[in-house]
């Protein structure tokens, strides 16, 4: 089994407002696309799991002419305050460099 790093061609996080977080996921090749797209360990409650977000309000979206998957997040802190140790999201995408996606899914 390989980690999304493996199958990704890029993946970057980001800012989708102070109160939420988009990662985004490009993908190579069709066959890359349908192999993270089908990945639990990349599905709602896994990502809400990982992210401390309820899985009810995770937003999973796939463009498959673009071969891009976006994941929005509520974020646990908001943009800027006294706690936030990242302002413009751009490490959130780190852990899900090494979650395991399945080919045979």
């Known amino acids: 089994m390989a980690r999304l790093r493996d199958w990704a061609k890029y993946v970057r996080s980001k800012n989708a407002g102070p109160f939420w977080v988009t990662i985004d996921i490009f993908c190579e090749s069709d066959e890359a696309f349908g192999v993270i797209g089908r990945a639990p360990a990349l599905g709602a409650e896994a990502i809400g799991a990982l992210y401390g977000a309820p899985a009810e309000e995770v937003r999973i979206f796939k463009d498959q002419a673009l071969k891009v ?28 460099l090494d979650v395991l996606v399945d080919a045979d899914a």
């Not at 976006?70 to 908001?78: E, H, L, N």
């Not at 413009?88 to 995408?93: I, W």
């Open 69 to 96: 998957i976006k994941i929005s997040f509520p974020r646990q802190i908001v943009q800027g305050s006294d706690r936030d140790a990242d302002s413009h999201a751009g490490q959130y995408f780190v852990p899900l």
